[in-house]
């Protein structure tokens, strides 16, 4: 008997290096390709906020309809589920007939409970899960899971010695879909409880899905060669091209990841290597390092006392962290930020590490917090990036201290772009705003004693040099 399958697309959202999708086009004589929406991504968290916000609502919608676009450029259609996985595959399978399901695999509690109940409704279906996530792949990495190294480096050295990244796979050239199949477009954002506003008021960073990636690609290495410099430039935070973006994309797969290393690997060879592009694989590992360890850590990753099994005295004042989510705590370089976390569903690294930081060891709130916030916010929310991450943040590494980096990162016009209470200060002023009476601006919730000297260090930029 022939095969019809089912390609399931669920954070591979592309049609280049897409294992399942090569796979299931040259197993199956026909084809159904779906991708579902769970509800459960837009509920609220018991904080308040959603799980999802508009802006990633917006990127995803943006990011699948372009997926639409590409498979039918392939002859395929993409039926786009406005119900969870498990009740759409099962009807889809009734209604087509299908025996085989392809899939990228999963590796998150959440998303693999979600996987185990789709497989549970539907015994009578042979599934095919692939691994695409990180840059090595999982079967090839000298370790198990459940001994993936504590620190990174006990990771990466071995890792980078004894493994090869796989070849990437080529866009099919046709698609086999089946034939009364057409494609349906993206539900409503009322459908979740956005309104009209949100969404027509929602503007994330970059614009979703496979062509906007590849184009960034394209333009962060050969076309403007801001790759030569990114070892240096990779701690800013203002405008586009101090780093690649390329976070979002990747969260949703509409670039693998693969596609990334082998691009860096030609501009070595065609352009420039040095410490740049060295960087640019060491920050993909680091992708990858915090996907494995997530796996071995498991649900403890979300908790408060995280897996080191912390016990902290968390203060967690929710009128602090109501004023540490709208970008109003009156420490500027934290505020501008999140003030564009909140327009944009962006932030850029250093900002990342120090909003946490502050949030964890100034205003002593539950990391837990913080990083569902994140979630809620960031069009790249990566489950492995942003809780390991903040997991680190909490646990695992020195203090940050936010006053000391906006000056060291000279965050001075950043912050003014996004503070615009701000706008008119000196580059002293605008980092130590209540040192002055900043009228327009809010007071800070504490100035501590430990930030005295950065704050000394910030006058002395006013002084003449002698
Ligand atoms: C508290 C906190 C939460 C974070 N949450 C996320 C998240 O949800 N999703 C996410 O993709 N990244 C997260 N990061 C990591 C990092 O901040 C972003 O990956 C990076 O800012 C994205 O911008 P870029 O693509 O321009 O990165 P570049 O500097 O150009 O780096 C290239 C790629 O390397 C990877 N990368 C870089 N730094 C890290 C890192 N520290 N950890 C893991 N991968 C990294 C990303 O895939 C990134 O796209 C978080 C960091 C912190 C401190």
Request: aromatic fraction near 14%; proline fraction near 4%.
């Amino acid at each position: 008997m022939k095969k019809r399958g089912l390609v399931w697309f669920k954070n591979d959202l592309r049609v280049h290096d897409n294992e399942a999708l090569v796979t299931a086009q040259k197993e199956c004589a026909e084809l159904v390709l779906c991708y579902c929406i769970e509800e459960s991504w837009f509920e609220r968290h018991y904080l308040g906020f959603r799980r999802a916000d508009i802006n990633r609502f917006r990127f995803l919608e943006q990011s699948v309809l372009q997926l639409r676009d590409n498979l039918e450029a392939i002859g395929g259609h993409l039926l786009i589920g406005e119900k969870s996985a498990v009740e759409t595959l099962p009807e889809l399978v009734e209604e087509h007939g299908i025996t085989d399901i392809y899939a990228e695999g999963e590796y998150a509690p959440y998303e693999l409970e979600l996987v185990e109940k789709v497989c549970s409704k539907l015994p009578e279906v042979d599934f095919h899960f692939f691994w695409g996530k990180t840059l090595y792949h999982i079967d090839d990495i000298p370790f198990e899971i459940s001994k993936i190294p504590l620190t990174s480096k006990a990771y990466r050295i071995p890792v980078g010695r004894q493994t090869q990244v796989r070849d990437v796979f080529d866009v099919p050239k046709k698609l086999n879909g089946v034939k009364d199949v057409k494609s349906s477009s993206f539900p409503d954002c009322k459908v979740y409880g956005f309104t009209r506003k949100e969404y027509k008021d929602s503007r994330p960073l970059v614009d979703g899905g496979e062509d906007a990636a590849l184009e960034r690609l394209e333009y962060y290495t050969f076309k403007s060669e801001l790759l030569t410099k990114y070892r240096w430039s990779r701690n800013g935070s203002k405008g586009m091209d101090y780093s690649s973006k390329l976070s979002p994309w990747l969260a949703l797969g509409c670039i693998s990841v693969r596609e990334i290393y082998f691009k860096v690997k030609e501009y070595e060879e065609k352009i420039k290597k040095n410490q740049s592009t060295w960087w640019l694989v060491f920050e993909l590992v680091w992708r990858d390092y915090f996907t494995f360890k997530g796996m071995r850590m498991g649900v403890p990753m979300f908790l408060t006392k995280g897996f080191k099994n912390r016990k902290v005295e968390w203060e967690n004042d929710p009128k602090k962290f109501d004023r540490w989510c709208d970008g109003t705590t009156g420490i500027p370089f934290v505020d501008a930020h999140m003030r564009q976390l909140n327009a944009t569903g962006f932030m850029s690294n250093r900002g990342r590490v120090n909003c946490s930081s502050y949030l964890v060891h100034d205003l002593k709130i539950d990391l837990t917090w913080g990083a569902a916030y994140f979630e809620s916010k960031l069009i790249d929310y990566d489950v492995s990036s942003n809780w390991m991450n903040w997991h680190m943040q909490a646990f695992e590494i020195w203090y940050t201290n936010p006053v000391h980096q906006s000056n060291k990162y000279k965050a001075q016009d950043f912050i003014r772009e996004w503070v615009p209470e701000l706008s008119k200060l000196d580059d002293v002023e605008v980092l130590i705003p209540w040192e002055f009476e900043a009228k327009k601006y809010v007071k800070p919730i504490e100035v501590y004693p430990k930030w005295s000297r950065a704050i000394n260090l910030i006058k002395k930029i006013a002084e003449p040099k002698k």
